[in-house]
């Protein structure tokens, strides 16, 4: 997931998502809310070209694969593209499943610097048996994110951990790594 605030003093969000595709990265999560849709648009393109295939937060964009929507937002943001949907508790990946969501971000995992404060992490039980797949999100680090899959997560989804390292493709290597996988 993408905060280009959280990226290092004169880092681009385009070249800092270029580092880690090459590092294996094949999905990601433009946030950038903050961006009028003509500029988020161009970004989709651009992280397009790179080969990622680019979901886009609270709505749907041209050239975009999906969209990840807000926790209770209408899917009808979403278009006809697949969808995913954020989650904070058990009853709100029911919600999303019976919605359609084609998968769910369920947060916090862990006490995230990204948002401090926001928690407390969510027990380990909460990520288990669900009838869609469930990504684990919030102070996801290399060192935690096997115990995120032990816990029954689908996968992880990361931010800042990413969006804050000054080599970002080490990061992204290193989450593949411990997670045994070679490419996300």
């Known amino acids: 997931m993408t905060d ?12 800092t998502l270029g580092r880690c595709s090459e590092a ?5 999560v ?14 989709v393109a651009e992280l397009t070209a790179l080969g990622l295939a680019v979901v886009t937060a609270h709505g749907a964009l041209v050239g975009a694969w999906g ?7 209408d899917p009808s943001a ?17 919600s999303a499943a019976g919605r359609g969501a084609g998968w769910v971000t369920l947060s916090p995992f862990a006490a995230t610097a990204s948002k401090p404060g926001y928690g407390p992490p969510l027990p380990e039980q909460a990520y288990a048996g669900h009838g ?4 684990a999100l919030g102070g996801i680090t290399p060192d935690n994110a096997s115990s995120a899959l032990a816990a029954g997560a689908h996968g992880v989804a990361v931010m800042g951990e990413v969006m804050r390292a000054a080599d970002p493709g080490a990061v992204v290597r290193a989450l593949l790594d411990e997670l045994g996988v070679a490419s996300c």
């Not at 280009?4 to 070249?15: I, K, M």
């Not at 969209?67 to 937002?73: E, K, R, T």
């Not at 869609?132 to 990504?135: D, G, K, R, T």
């Open 67 to 73: 969209a990840h929507l807000a926790a209770g937002q």
């Open 132 to 135: 869609l797949p469930v990504y």
């Open 30 to 43: 433009l946030r950038e809310l903050d961006l009028d849709r003509e500029q988020r648009t161009r970004w």
């Open 78 to 94: 979403a278009g006809a593209r697949p969808f995913g949907q954020s989650c904070h508790d058990r009853a709100e990946v029911a």
């Open 4 to 15: 280009r605030h959280q990226l290092p003093d004169g880092a681009g969000l385009v070249s």
């Open 24 to 28: 294996g990265l094949s999905h990601v």
